[in-house]
């Protein structure tokens, strides 16, 4: 006969059963989700405590050290000042007249979920920014995990949910920076297009505008989906039906109300500060100790900054990595993805080398291309997928101490 105890055990769901059974388009996103930060607040941890005990000096307000204010180093402090202060009406300048670093640099979004949490609960701007990071975290692995799913298998679905939350920037999905909110609601729009939700594409997008720089690429998607709907459509004989009015108003429309959003922050720095200029001199504030002032023209700053520190050596290594890029995109695996995917990522990557100073940043702006992590280059068979993972785990921890302790992403 079979014991109670060995019934029991039987009806328990385990670990497998939760990734591969029939509700693991939630728990499997979430199973890893919860594994990646253990290992992540474990680093980080480990980072704070041996700083402490060291004595060493680290970018969290120093007035009160603990790990959540540790957790809320770097530019966290600008979403702080504005979720207690808001934004300033005149911009910080130097003797010179020049902009300094100020909050329009960041957007309001995270900041506000932020100010709700605190007001809510009572607590401190640290715990609740690490609240709303360590949810939207979750949530951009469900969504992340639902919408490789939905252009792939669950084979590739798990991976690619393993490899962005266990990565080298894994840690970032808990820290008090907005970067998982705007996961969530990018990945989050992608499903809805890849769904045919437009309208929720277009209230997602909006969001996400408000939230990080970069949502243009989610209206290049939309673009993209109507070009291969329409060309569909025409091929199978314009079948009655087959690409109704209704939603070709309404791919058209959910592009332009992303596009309008993504550009729409310049435009209320400018009305607020009185200062046309106000967000692109603040985003130029930054290049500074980089490469000295700079005029913006688009599509030179990798350029700009390779030729700055490495010469034309460096002029040839962007050339490099840009045709690797194109490469990359234009492979068998990664276009099975589908257009939503590859027109976003493309897109997106495009907007980076269009206006980005590559610096120590990039590895987390580079977090929105996530869904290729489910192409067969990086999960093609499970030994390969677990050796992406193993590097991912293995670079962690030098994240941690390069960017976040001694220096900032």
């Not at 709303?132 to 679905?157: E, I, K, N, T």
């Not at 808990?174 to 729009?189: D, H, K, R």
């Amino acid at each position: 006969m079979t014991s109670v105890a060995e019934t029991s055990r039987a009806s328990r769901p385990g670990v497998r059963t939760l990734l591969t059974g029939r509700h693991s388009r939630w728990t499997a996103p979430l199973v890893i989700w919860l594994g990646s930060r253990v290992v992540s607040t474990a680093l980080l941890v480990t980072m704070f405590v041996v700083a402490t005990a060291n004595g060493w000096d680290f970018a969290s307000y120093r007035r009160d050290p603990s790990f959540f204010t540790f957790s809320g180093s770097w530019d966290a402090s600008f979403y702080r000042t504005i979720a207690e202060h808001g934004y300033p009406r005149t911009l910080p300048t130097d003797g010179g007249g020049h902009v300094l670093p100020n909050p329009w640099a960041f957007l309001p979004v995270f900041p506000a979920l932020v100010r709700a949490v605190m007001t809510v609960t009572g607590g401190s701007f640290w715990v609740a920014g690490v609240v709303v990071a360590s949810l939207a975290g979750a949530g951009a692995c469900v969504l992340l995990y639902r919408l490789v799913l939905a252009v792939g298998s669950s084979h590739q679905a798990r991976w690619a949910t393993a490899l962005f939350a266990f990565g080298p920037t894994g840690f970032l999905l808990q820290v008090a920076y907005a970067e998982s909110t705007v996961l969530l609601l990018l990945f989050g729009g992608l499903l809805a297009l890849v769904r045919r939700r437009y309208w929720l594409v277009a209230v997602l997008g909006t969001v996400a505008a408000f939230t990080k720089p970069g949502v243009l690429a989610l209206a290049v998607a939309l673009a993209v989906h109507l070009v291969v709907r329409w060309i569909g459509w025409a091929r199978s004989g314009r079948e009655p039906g087959g690409f109704p009015w209704r939603d070709r108003v309404a791919i058209v429309v959910a592009g332009l109300v992303v596009a309008a959003a993504g550009l729409a922050w310049p435009v209320v720095a400018g009305a607020v500060t009185g200062r046309p200029d106000a967000y692109l001199a603040t985003e130029l504030s930054w290049w500074v100790g980089f490469v000295g002032r700079q005029h913006f023209a688009p599509l030179t700053p990798w350029f700009v900054m390779a030729g700055r520190w490495l010469g034309p050596l460096g002029i040839v290594l962007v050339v490099a990595v840009l045709a690797g890029a194109l490469w990359f995109s234009r492979r068998r695996d990664v276009r099975a993805l589908g257009p939503e995917v590859v027109g976003f990522t493309a897109a997106y990557a495009l907007y980076l080398v269009a206006v980005f100073l590559p610096q120590q940043s990039l590895p987390r702006l580079l977090m929105p291309m996530a869904p290729l992590f489910g192409s067969d280059v990086f999960v093609r068979t499970r030994r390969r997928a677990v050796t992406w993972l193993l590097i991912g785990v293995g670079l962690q921890p030098v994240a941690v101490v390069l960017l976040w302790f001694l220096g900032y992403p």
